[in-house]
């Protein structure tokens, strides 16, 4: 034990550097292997699949799942949900942030005080599910896609990282000089801060994207099963025929009777579904941790 | 430009105060047409008959454990994680490490669950293919708590980093020079300069997690629920949906989440006590 620990003491730069990477090189086969088995799968036979010959490439390579996918209704007409949903919630969620975060930055809004406690108690209480809901109904939203998006409001956590980006990170001078040459509050606010805050603007557009185009639970009990997204729709074909599936393999005691196009459909619909955002986040990943600073310094 | 401020201020009180007036249907017996406060008040009619479930001290019971065997592991593992990405010295290699890292973070619980009901499949199941077996997972009640916390960990861990990675990219580079002249090592440096500069943001989290020790999430315990493993994934959340939603029972289901918020608030006073006695972190 004393030996070991001298050894990691004693242990060059060098040596160390190797060790670091080989521990961290271990934890991304452990997360992106599972992924990579996903979409070697939805270009696999699904006999290969069951029989284990797809660890590291495709075996009996196909596009009939994608193909199904596409041809499928349900999917199709979910994903263009799902692409409405989110490009709506979220040009709605962003104007919100803004509208909301730009006045409380300012020292001279009467009653910030008070406003700020207002929002901030929302973060630590609620009504809970169901008075909620008899809300959402009695305004009338039940069925209806806004009631994925008003709901939710603001995004009060979001909204204070925000503000603390206005406050701490955009130049007073300038805001100043605009308003010396005679801009507007709104003005200012239009041409001076939004150009000025985009990194800031870039997280939250995509943080509330992914919020949108990943959410099922709203839908599933605010719309009353119209319009399903995406993720509602990969649930009758992951969730539910999975379950049977199961059932059916224990009773016949084999996979003999799985629909090939079914288990195909399962692998490539979750690509399909999951694709769009891993794409996005890469994109804005260098402001996360700097967004979540700046959120973390009270201002 | 502030008389667009009524916009969220309105929408807030709408959607997230007058719920919270509603909350008082759990001591009601709510009909609709009678609306939040002119229902008939029955006392505490609901509460009593939460606890007479026969279920009740199972999903209690399962509620605790299971968030605190994540809390066990997810608080953890992140602080390892980002100790050992904060060292790395290759710039692209690092990025790299931590893209792969957030991606599950942003995949739907619906994709997750989807993954975790196909890999743990007895018939082809990519566990069961390693393992040469064909347990079918999701219908033994002992291994529902590991599924979910493993899964949760795949999931967030690398997430969980970035509050802490940010906390450390704040260290003063010189710091690290001077513990390098004095011939630090790596593991030394990471004693005695990163894990002292975490501590207040770990104590922090650490609170607002054990605070949050009965919210066990609905979504994943809820798609990977099956009528098999229910002795250990019955939870209040999935109940409150079921009673809620599934049987609109309103008053009874909120009668059961506000039971649940209570303790939750109840736990984070605790915790922010014992935290504020052992260290000058205060955050409630």
């Keep these: 034990m004393a030996k070991n620990n001298k050894l990691s003491i004693g242990m060059s730069d060098k040596t160390s550097d190797i060790v670091l990477v080989a521990i961290t090189a271990a934890v991304l086969l452990v997360v992106a292997y599972p992924l990579y088995y996903v979409v070697v799968a939805s270009f696999s036979d699904p006999y290969e699949v069951y029989a284990g010959r797809t660890f590291l490439f495709p075996r009996g390579f196909t596009l009939d799942g994608y193909k199904a996918v596409f041809a499928d209704n349900n999917i199709v007409s979910g994903f263009l949900n799902s692409v409405l949903y989110t490009t709506v919630g979220t040009i709605f969620s962003v104007v919100m942030l803004y509208i909301t975060a730009y006045p409380m930055a300012q020292k001279d809004l009467p009653g910030r005080k008070f406003l700020s406690l207002f929002f901030v108690i929302t973060m630590y209480f609620s009504g809970g599910l169901i008075p909620t809901y008899l809300v959402v109904k009695k305004t009338g939203l039940i069925g209806n896609m806004w009631s994925l998006f008003l709901p939710g409001g603001v995004a009060v956590g979001n909204m204070i990282i925000v503000r603390n980006y206005f406050q701490n990170s955009i130049p007073k001078e300038l805001v100043e000089a605009s308003q010396i040459d005679g801009c507007s509050k709104f003005r200012t606010f239009t041409d001076v801060v939004i150009p000025l805050s985009m990194p800031i603007l870039a997280v939250m557009a995509v943080f509330s994207m992914v919020a949108y185009w990943n959410d099922w639970f709203t839908a599933m009990i605010y719309l009353g099963g119209k319009g399903q997204p995406l993720p509602l729709v990969l649930r009758s074909i992951l969730i539910k025929s999975s379950a049977s599936a199961a059932q059916v393999s224990m009773i016949s005691g084999g996979y003999a009777e799985l629909n090939k196009l079914t288990e195909m459909i399962k692998f490539c619909s979750m690509i399909v579904a999951a694709i769009p955002m891993l794409i996005a986040y890469p994109f804005v990943q260098k402001y996360f941790e700097k967004g979540f600073m700046s959120g973390a310094v009270k201002g | ?284």
């Design chain 2, 1 to 284: 430009m502030y008389l667009l401020l009524l916009i969220p201020v309105v929408l807030t009180f709408v959607y997230k105060y007058i719920p919270m007036y509603g909350v008082q249907i759990a001591f009601r017996d709510y009909s609709p047409s009678k609306g939040f406060s002119g229902s008939t008040w029955v006392g505490l009619k609901w509460f009593e008959r939460f606890f007479n479930a026969p279920t009740c001290s199972r999903m209690i019971k399962n509620t605790i454990l299971l968030s605190a065997y994540s809390l066990l592991w997810s608080f953890p593992i992140p602080i390892i994680l980002s100790l050992i990405i904060n060292q790395l010295r290759f710039r692209r290699y690092k990025r790299v490490v931590q893209t792969i890292l957030y991606a599950p973070h942003f995949i739907s619980t619906m994709i997750v669950c989807g993954m975790i009901r196909i890999f743990l499949s007895p018939s082809g199941g990519l566990i069961n293919l390693i393992l040469g077996t064909n347990i079918d997972f999701l219908t033994e009640a002992s291994a529902f708590r590991t599924i979910y916390v493993a899964s949760g960990i795949w999931q967030d861990a690398g997430w969980g980093c970035i509050i802490y990675l940010a906390t450390l990219a704040n260290v003063d580079p010189g710091l690290y020079e001077a513990a390098k002249m004095d011939g630090a090592s790596v593991f030394q440096r990471i004693l005695h300069i990163d894990i002292p500069e975490l501590i207040p943001m770990a104590v922090l989290n650490l609170i607002m997690a054990a605070g949050g020790l009965m919210n066990v999430g609905f979504e994943k315990v809820w798609l990977l629920q099956t009528d098999l493993n229910k002795a250990t994934s019955d939870v209040i959340a999935v109940y409150v949906y079921q009673q809620g939603i599934e049987n609109a029972k309103y008053s009874y289901s909120t009668a059961v989440g506000l039971f649940n918020t209570a303790v939750n608030i109840v736990l984070l006073i605790i915790v922010n006590k014992i935290a504020s006695k052992l260290s000058d972190v205060e955050f409630v």
